[in-house]
């Protein structure tokens, strides 16, 4: 039976790396008594594949690993068990079944979605941090947004522009981040995005701003935005239609149901 668990990351959690996190899920899977599936060979291990991996400093709301299992109880049974073993940072949102026919989290990932906002005491001098983004907002309105990218082979140019599906001004809600931040400094102007993410396009919330940055001849300041994953999502649209731009986002978690 494949599992499909959606979960948060926040807190200093944040600062864990990526295959420190997947040790941990490993961990805390054998301490809660979940009936986990196991490789074959000299050296099985738990069948487990997560989605999109996150940057370390990047906390989220959406989270995704796959389980395969021998049997399972309901899932409001089974989140409440995993979060009896989830350390201070870790919460599991939902555990559902997936149909034996799906692919694994990390094979279907396609967009997410990130909320961004300056870091208390790193604002924009000048102007308030709503006018930049609404500038960044009205500067992706052109039709292409070349960038430099970084690659296996060295550096290419890349316009961005369609791989950023969403991009507007919204609020970064109290209660989103972090220790230590007042009611007033947690609900502050924010930037939402829906960028491309995967193996075949893939883009980062800190390439969205550079692009902005060198278009003003700056550069990006080190450590100035809270950087915030919200969802992962599959796209569920025909190649033709894909190829054409349209595009049919649905989470990872609406591709799984509850196990009542």
Not at 45 to 60: D, E, K, N, R, Y
Not at 72 to 98: A, H, K, P, W
Not at 177 to 195: C, N, V, W, Y
């Amino acid at each position: 039976m494949k599992i499909r668990i959606k979960f948060k990351k926040h807190g200093t959690m944040k600062f864990i790396g990526h295959l420190d996190v997947m040790r941990y899920f490993q961990k805390a899977i054998r301490r809660s008594g979940v009936d986990i599936c196991y490789s074959g060979g000299f050296s099985p291990h738990q069948v487990m594949s997560f989605a999109a991996p996150l940057g370390v400093g990047i906390t989220s709301n959406g989270e995704y690993v796959d389980i395969e299992v021998q049997g399972t109880e309901d899932s409001e049974s089974m989140v409440c068990r995993l979060n009896q073993v989830m350390s201070e940072g870790f919460e599991i949102v939902s555990y559902r079944e997936l149909p034996d026919t799906a692919g694994n989290a990390m094979s279907i990932v396609a967009a997410a979605d990130y909320r961004v906002a300056f870091r208390p005491g790193y604002e924009p001098e000048g102007m308030t941090a709503e006018d930049w983004f609404r500038g960044l907002v009205d500067f992706y309105g052109q039709p292409q947004v070349i960038v430099t990218k970084k690659t296996k082979k060295g550096q290419a140019e890349l316009d961005i522009k369609p791989l950023v599906y969403e991009l507007y001004l919204d609020r970064w809600e109290e209660g989103d981040q972090e220790e230590g931040t007042s009611p007033h400094e947690k609900d502050r102007p924010a930037l939402f995005m829906k960028i491309s993410t995967g193996s075949s396009s893939n883009i980062k919330p800190d390439l969205v701003l550079d692009a902005y940055y060198t278009h003003l001849g700056l550069e990006r300041p080190d450590f100035a935005y809270l950087v915030q994953r919200e969802e992962v999502y599959a796209d569920m649209a025909m190649d033709a239609q894909k190829e054409k731009g349209s595009h049919e986002f649905v989470s990872l978690e609406q591709l799984g149901q509850e196990i009542l």
